[in-house]
């Protein structure tokens, strides 16, 4: 049979999904930890072992073989703009839902201090913007000639004012900077158009940072890695929801995606306003959103996790622990492989995954704001609502393994206690059960209709 070879080299495992083309079934997963620090291949080869334990390969012919990464820290990425409010807010915005994790994000004429802690940092990609359309081009020539002066091996994305990019390309060709031009994140005032930069991007990682994170010899074996792992989420999170020209989109969704060192969550929807009278401020809303919560994980961020949420959070959802809660963070991030057996384990990591689906929507979500006037309450909405999107779907370790995947993502839902939170108020509750988010944004790339109609399949009711 023809079937497709889906891999996601994650920062901590290795995952397969080998899927039947014809039927549209997923035949096997497996998995295994990542070993990108001596070859990528040799986690990459375990978990293949353990898929040819499941599956007869002698009757299978991988004709697609893709891939998606979040291995060696994934796609780091610098955002620069003038006003941190307007189109630094926008290129974060845009680096994000390139599937990036955001190292800084600098605003106004950078200093020679800011450039040096640039460097240091170490990023990926630079995605330079600042002012719109035929509005102030001072500070972005001011930043692109200290790119050219301190960075010389970092590919940088120049996504701004279109006046000036004829004077940035000169400055960086002048000093051998890798760079490729794009639109403008922000053309007009509280206008965003993050798509063109997203693109450039992945373009980008494709060709430099794939090699740069000693991925090359997976390339040889594969069709090519063709984006950062939340990249592949947020496109079949947008293929499931929109559809294809063949296959109907489900509608709005909301995913929470709860790992060991950050929480991602992704909205599909327009976010307008659902209650009248209600005004919007501030920068739009990219249609297809991606936040990432560094500060909300299992594992990897569970101290910072209860530094951020407070002891008497956490024991909200796990009032008759046993433990201390900070020592019990600190324990998991301690030991990062730790899987729960005991009862009461598995309720304090459920705890632990409840705030983390509780902070990370609040955060993502719209707010609705009211301010007294002498002509009455005005109310303003600043960010997405999201109170009408018809699903929350859930996937990550915890909510994949949960026996109680619903109790963890209904944290997600409207709580009438903070009601300025637009969060969903009646979604229904899926699951990624079989872990394929990932691997189906990948097919998606060739087989759209295929990818929705086997999420569709395989994507469950909590």
């Known amino acids: 049979m023809d079937a497709a070879l889906l891999i996601d080299f994650g920062s901590t495992y290795t995952k397969l999904t080998a899927v039947d083309l014809e039927n549209e079934e997923i035949l096997a997963t497996a998995k295994d930890l990542t070993t990108v620090q001596t070859d ?41 703009g003038l006003v941190p409010e307007l189109t630094a807010e926008a290129a974060k915005r845009a680096a994000l839902g390139a599937g990036a994790r955001i190292l800084g994000v600098y605003s106004y004429e950078l200093t020679k201090h800011e450039m040096e802690e640039i460097v240091k940092k170490k990023p990926d990609i630079i995605l330079l913007a600042g002012g719109t359309d035929g509005g102030n081009k001072d500070c972005i020539l001011h930043n692109a000639k200290l790119i050219a002066q301190y960075i010389k091996d970092v590919p940088i994305v120049v996504a701004g004012n ?56 997976a390339e040889e074996f594969i069709s090519g890695i063709l984006m950062p792992t939340p990249a592949a989420v947020l496109k079949a999170a947008r293929i499931l929801a929109d559809g294809t020209d063949k296959e109907e989109g489900i509608g709005e969704l909301i995913i929470v995606d709860i790992g060991g060192a950050t929480t991602d969550v992704h909205s599909i929807s327009s976010g307008e306003p659902s209650k009248a009278g209600v005004t919007l401020r501030g920068l739009q809303e990219p249609y297809a959103k991606r936040t990432v919560e560094g ?10 996790l209860w530094e951020a949420a407070g002891t008497r959070r956490i024991k909200k959802f796990v009032p008759n622990t046993k433990y201390d809660v900070e020592e019990r963070c600190k324990f998991l991030q301690a030991n990062v492989n730790f899987i729960p057996k005991e009862e ?41 609502d999201l109170l009408n999107v018809r699903y929350l779907i859930g996937t990550g370790g915890v909510i994949v393994h949960s026996r109680n995947p ?19 108020m009646n979604p229904e509750i899926l699951v990624d059960k079989e872990y394929i988010l990932s691997a189906m944004g990948l097919l998606a790339e ?14 469950v009711k909590a």
């Open 40 to 80: 990528i291949m040799i986690g990459f080869n375990n978990a293949f072992e353990k898929l040819k334990e499941k599956i007869d390969l002698s009757q299978v012919n991988f004709v697609e073989k893709l891939a998606c990464s979040s291995a060696a820290g994934g796609l780091k990425m610098i955002a620069i």
């Open 162 to 217: 279109k006046n000036a990019q004829d004077e940035i390309d000169d400055i960086l060709n002048d000093a051998h900077v890798y760079h490729k031009i794009t639109e403008n994140v922000m053309p007009r005032l509280n206008q965003i158009n993050v798509e063109p930069a997203r693109e450039v991007i992945r373009e980008i990682f494709m060709e430099k940072i794939v090699e740069a994170k000693g991925m090359k010899r």
């Open 295 to 304: 500060d909300l994980g299992m594992r990897v961020s569970a101290v910072s």
């Open 344 to 384: 009461e384990d598995i309720e304090f990591d459920e705890a632990l995954g409840m705030v983390a689906t509780e902070m990370a929507t609040e955060r993502h979500v719209g707010l609705i704001e009211s301010v007294y006037t002498p002509m009455g309450i005005i109310y303003s909405q600043v960010g997405k």
């Open 406 to 424: 619903k109790k963890i993502l209904s944290a997600g839902k409207f709580n009438p206690d903070t009601p300025n939170y637009l969060k969903p």
């Open 446 to 459: 060739k087989y759209p209709d295929k990818a929705i109609r086997i999420m569709k399949k395989y994507i």
